[in-house]
């Protein structure tokens, strides 16, 4: 009885956090309290505007909007505990509170991945099948993909924590980062953890390398068909490919070396994670609508209908 208690003894985490001083974990509150509302606003505001916009009902937003609603909920999982978290001394979390931040990361990170996969699609048919484009990309097909893209975080994440939530913690409970993550809490665990350390890096980090490796290949692909093509329209769709570059290499970057590497430079894998749950999540409306004149022009007319309206009242 007594060996099953201390089996089972550790009930909460202890979070290190970024700084022990008081006056940075003041300043980084201010700075993740900005960027988390700016986060929410600005994934809302593409959501919004894609649903309320005629112009922007098509197969590209539509992926958009998801993706900025992903992101959203990625976010959500452990910065508003995370912001919290620095006004106070002693930062713990609780074990099925850990759990539940860990289901919801990797929930919504697998999902992401597999959207991102469905957006290289759309833009590959779109510039390498132009005229069939409306054919292929039609309401059942996006339908799938975004079923798909929910399937795959859901199996992504529950494959990973149906062996996670069984662990034995009976020693050690901190750990130096501002929130759980797998390889962390599976280094806490009072017992051999080999084979799930094996099977973390086969199913996040080398997943995500695989899946990264493909997405580059399917670019390169498309930057070639738009290079043998010179026109306006190439143009613009050499301006929205950069922008999937450039938000697929800041979204798999940071996971494939926290999760193809993740037992060994904790202090790296730290400021990789808050750029991957906490920054990427910023950045990706801040590229594509600064990088797509239809985007900015929908926000603009949003923008002006609700002034226009709150003026009128």
Known sequence: MDLLDNRSSVSEFILLGLSNSQ??????????LLVYVAIIVGNLLIVISVIVDNHLHSPMYFFLANLSFFDLCLS?????????????????????G?????????????G????????????YVAICKPLQYKTIMNCRALIVFLLLSWATGFIHTTSQMVFTV?????????????????????????????ILELFIIANSGLLSLVCFILLLISYIIMLVTIWQHSSSASSK????????????????????????????????????????????PLLNPIIYTLRNQEMKAAIKRLSSQHLGSWLTS
């Not at 992401?112 to 833009?123: F, G, Q, T, V």
């Not at 940071?254 to 730290?270: C, E, M, R, T």
Request: aromatic content about 18%.
């Open 23 to 32: 006056e940075i974990q003041i300043f980084f509150f201010a700075i993740f």
């Open 76 to 96: 959500s999982a452990a910065t508003p505990k995370v912001i919290s978290d620095f006004l106070r001394k002693r930062k713990t979390i609780s074990l099925w």
């Open 98 to 110: 850990c759990m539940a931040q860990m289901f919801f990361m990797h929930f919504f990170g697998g």
């Open 112 to 123: 992401e991945m597999s959207l991102l996969i469905a957006m290289a699609m759309d833009r």
């Open 166 to 194: 069984g662990l034995p913690f009976c020693g050690p409970n901190v750990m130096d980062s501002i929130f759980c993550d797998l390889p962390l809490i599976i280094k806490l665990a009072c017992t051999d953890t080999y």
């Open 237 to 280: 769709a050499m301006s929205t490919l950069s922008a999937h570059i450039t938000v697929v290499t800041l979204f798999f970057g940071p996971a494939i070396f926290i999760y193809a590497f993740p037992f060994n430079s904790y202090s790296v894998d730290k400021f990789l994670s808050v750029f991957y749950s906490i920054i990427t």
